[in-house]
């Protein structure tokens, strides 16, 4: 009896030793080092401060372009067509709880849409798409294709609609499947086909233009989901109206409420309540209509309604809204173009298990590929500062980055999903809270949101001061 006691005692003992090393293999601590005192600050510092020596910024007359390409699939096929974007089937992307589930159908079409502006020799190319996110696999894909015909990545500025009801199969690694479905590398190429499209047909339809912007109240349509009614919201909505010489008109809208009016349970493709602002602006004042969501994070939607009523009822009274304000908006044929993109570093990579517990690096990139080409951007249209962010960009921090500029005498809007995808940046006082945005997508520590936050800053700072300039007014 006493022996076979001092064995159970010698396998609890090994089994606890056991535990404890696989727990500290797959665990670890999150360095807490202040941001401003590591390498990758100082690395990407650098990069700053190369780009506030080469900063160059057109004054001319402005020209512009549009484009609208489908990325609504055919299902059903017997077999994969990627010139004809038909497929067997296609999971949704937006929702873990649909399990990778394929879409039953089409609900409302589906489309990557660019505008291109271009002001003496500067060149930005606008892109919004109604997507979850600009998959960073993808984007690597168009950015080489694009590259072949003379447009570089610090060009192109990305963004999606986050619908949380669009194509999926694009998700590398166990994270990535669980929101966008099993991997399919010919969706893959059928949607950088479709971006790339988008962009040099953008760019061939470059014609004179006048362009304005403006921005109203839409407090009505979002909500603090982090911490409730105590929580900062940015409310505004803001847009970009181009008229080409010819009569085509354009409007670029950016919203910083999540594309969630429609559950998981829905499995039909939609672009959800930014699908119902296109249609109706498309159906009104403009020939196109291109949405990029804003400042999603911590924002989800408010509105009315019941299934496919409650987007409708947001994207058309956003809409409603907007023509309104497009009218009282002066367009010029001459405007001041800069333009900025900072590579990021990033601090180590641990997706979290809990609150407290974080897995090891090399265990996260297991589960998820590692983010590459991490981008912030900035283009400058005359008073209009237009930042791009890897992420779910909080909202709090784009209400602080647009009040500051607003006392300079700038209009400022943050957009999210530009390319590449690095979570929520969200307030470090937010990390520890046990919520779906800190814990399941803060992957890079508590410093992750001031340290995005500052250089964000420091790259207003710099678009906004006088430069040499390249071209007469």
């Not at 700053?48 to 299902?75: H, W, Y």
């Not at 004042?285 to 409650?310: T, W, Y």
């Not at 710099?462 to 007469?472: C, L, R, S, Y």
Request: with cysteine; glycine share 10%.
């Amino acid at each position: 009896m006493k022996k076979n006691r001092k064995i159970g005692l010698v396998f609890g003992g090994m089994l606890v030793v056991v535990v404890v090393l696989i727990f500290s293999m797959i665990s670890c601590r999150v360095d807490k080092t202040p941001y401003f005192q590591t390498s990758y600050y100082q690395r990407t510092q650098t990069r700053l401060d190369s780009l506030k020596k080469t900063r160059t910024q057109s004054d001319d007359f402005v020209e512009a372009g549009f484009s609208k390409v489908s990325i609504s699939p055919s299902l059903g096929h017997a077999q994969d067509n990627v010139q004809l974007g038909q497929f067997k089937d296609a999971p949704l992307a937006g929702y873990g709880a649909r399990h990778g589930k394929g879409a039953t159908g089409i609900h409302d079409s589906i489309f990557v849409k660019a505008a291109a502006i271009r002001v003496g020799p500067q060149l930005v190319v606008i892109v919004g798409a109604d997507l979850l996110i600009m998959p960073p696999n993808i984007i690597d894909e168009v950015t080489l294709a694009l590259e072949k015909r003379g447009v570089h990545r610090h060009q192109v500025f990305y963004s999606a609609s986050h619908t949380h009801s669009s194509i999926g199969g694009w998700g590398p690694g166990f994270v990535g499947e669980q929101f966008a479905g099993p991997p399919n590398p010919n969706i893959n190429q059928w949607l950088a086909q479709q971006i790339a499209s988008a962009v040099t047909r953008a760019i061939a339809d470059l014609k004179p233009a006048r362009i304005g912007h403006g921005f109203f109240d839409a407090a009505p349509y979002t909500r603090n989901r982090l911490i409730g009614e105590s929580g900062t919201k940015n409310n505004d909505f803001t847009f970009i109206s181009i008229q080409q010489t010819n009569g085509r008109k354009a409007v670029i809208g950016s919203f910083g409420a999540h594309a969630t009016t429609i559950g998981a349970d829905n499995m039909q493709f939609s672009a959800d309540y930014p699908g119902y602002w296109q249609r109706k602006m498309e159906q009104g004042s403009v020939d196109l209509a291109i949405f990029c969501g804003g400042s999603v994070g911590s924002q989800s939607p408010a509105g009315k309604g019941e299934g496919f009523e409650k987007p409708k009822n947001m994207g058309e009274s956003l809409a409603d809204s907007l023509q309104v304000h497009l009218t009282r908006v002066p367009l010029v044929e001459k405007m001041s173009v800069s333009t900025m993109s900072l590579k990021m570093d990033l601090p180590e990579y641990h997706i979290r298990l809990t609150t407290n517990i974080h897995l090891t690096s090399w265990l996260s990139k297991k589960l998820m590929p590692y983010p590459e080409h991490v981008y912030l951007q900035v283009i400058k249209l005359g008073n209009l500062i237009w930042l791009t962010t890897p992420c779910d960009f909080s909202g709090e921090f784009a209400r602080q980055l647009k009040d500051a500029l607003a006392i300079k005498g700038f209009q400022a809007n943050v957009t999210s999903f530009n390319g590449s995808y690095v979570g929520y940046i969200i307030p470090g006082k937010y990390f520890y809270l046990d919520a779906y945005e800190p814990k399941t997508m803060g992957w890079f520590g508590p410093n992750m949101g001031e340290y995005t936050f500052e250089l964000l800053r420091h790259l207003t700072e710099i678009v906004t001061q006088p430069v040499q300039k390249v071209g007469a007014m």
